[in-house]
C-alpha cells in the first residue's frame, strides 16, 4: 500500500526524489499498472509525474517523438501516427483505461502480454530517458530498470507494418501479439510478444527472409511456449506461425498499393 505520495513539478525534483528513496518509491504515471494484479507495486512511496511537462505529441523531420505521459487516447486520436500505432492501441478494449494508461507506463511496466511492444520494436523505436541517455526499445527490454522515460522516439514511423492480436475475446488477455515492417531497403522486423517472459525480435529469423508455409515452419520451431490457459504449446505455436505469416503478406500488400 502506497503510505506517501510526491507531486514534483520538475524533472529535476522527481530525480532528486528517486535518489533520496531509491528502490523504496515507484513512478507513478496513470496509476493503472500499479493497482492491479499482477502489476501491483509492492513500494510504499509513489513519485507522481503528473506535473511534469512530459505529454506532448511531435513530428522532427520524419520522426515522430512522444512524451512518456501521452495518453494512450491521446496517442491514439493524434492524426497521422503510423496505422499500425493506431491499431496496436485500440487492442486495449476498455476506452477508459486507454484514458488513464501512458505510453511511458506501458513500456515501464513490463508486462508478461503488451499489445504495444511488438510494434513499437519492429518501427525502430528509442527512448530517451530523463538523465539524457538514449537508448533502444530492445535494449532497454533486455536490462530493464526503474530508470525515468521522458521520450519515446520512433525512427522508422513510415515503414510499411502491419500488426494483429489473437485472443479468445476483445477484452481477454493476448494468446499472442505480433508485428512485421518492412524497410525501404526489404529489411523484415518481426516482433512478438506472449511467448516467453516478454516481447522480443525475431532476428534468426528476420535474417531468413521466408515467407509462407516457410515461415510459418521457421517462427513455429524458433518460439517454445508452455501449456497455459491461453492455449497448448502446441497451438501456440501454430497460431503464432500463422500470424506472422498472414502479416507479412499484409505489409507487401501495403507497399504494393504504396507504389
Avoid at 522532427?60 to 494512450?72: F, H, M, Q, V, W
Avoid at 530517458?129 to 522516439?153: T, V
Avoid at 500488426?163 to 515492417?181: D, L, R
Avoid at 511467448?195 to 513455429?220: M, N, P, Q
Wanted: proline fraction near 3%.
Amino acid at each position: 500500500m502506497i503510505e506517501q505520495f510526491f507531486r514534483p513539478t520538475t524533472i529535476e525534483q522527481a530525480m532528486d526524489l528517486k535518489r533520496r528513496f531509491q528502490h523504496q518509491a515507484v513512478w507513478f504515471a496513470g496509476g493503472s499498472k500499479l493497482n492491479a494484479t499482477p502489476t501491483k507495486t509492492e513500494c510504499k512511496i509513489a513519485i507522481s509525474l503528473q506535473n511534469l511537462p512530459m505529454n506532448s505529441i511531435d513530428w522532427d523531420n520524419g520522426t515522430l517523438r512522444i512524451g512518456a505521459l501521452t495518453k494512450l487516447q491521446q496517442l491514439r486520436d493524434t492524426p497521422s501516427i503510423p496505422q499500425a500505432l493506431y491499431e496496436a492501441l485500440g487492442f486495449i478494449y476498455s476506452r477508459h483505461l486507454r484514458n488513464q494508461s501512458t505510453i511511458g507506463g506501458e513500456i515501464a511496466a513490463q508486462q508478461t502480454e503488451s499489445v504495444l511492444l511488438p510494434v513499437l520494436l519492429v518501427l525502430d523505436t528509442q527512448l530517451l530517458c530523463a538523465d539524457g541517455q538514449l537508448l533502444s526499445l530492445e535494449d532497454y527490454l533486455a536490462a530493464p530498470d526503474d530508470r525515468l522515460l521522458s521520450e519515446i522516439i520512433i525512427k522508422k514511423p513510415f515503414d510499411h507494418c502491419s500488426t494483429g492480436k489473437i485472443s479468445h475475446s476483445a477484452a481477454g488477455w493476448a494468446v499472442i501479439t505480433a508485428a512485421v515492417a518492412i524497410s525501404d531497403n526489404q529489411e523484415y522486423r518481426i516482433a512478438l510478444d506472449g511467448v516467453g517472459e516478454k516481447a522480443r525480435r525475431l532476428h534468426a529469423i528476420e535474417s531468413l527472409t521466408l515467407a509462407g508455409e516457410e515461415l510459418e515452419k521457421a517462427v513455429s520451431n524458433a518460439i517454445h511456449p508452455t501449456d497455459n490457459l491461453l492455449g497448448s504449446a502446441a497451438y501456440q505455436r501454430y497460431i503464432v506461425g500463422i500470424l506472422i505469416s498472414d502479416l507479412l503478406t499484409d505489409c507487401r500488400q501495403k507497399e504494393e498499393r504504396s507504389k
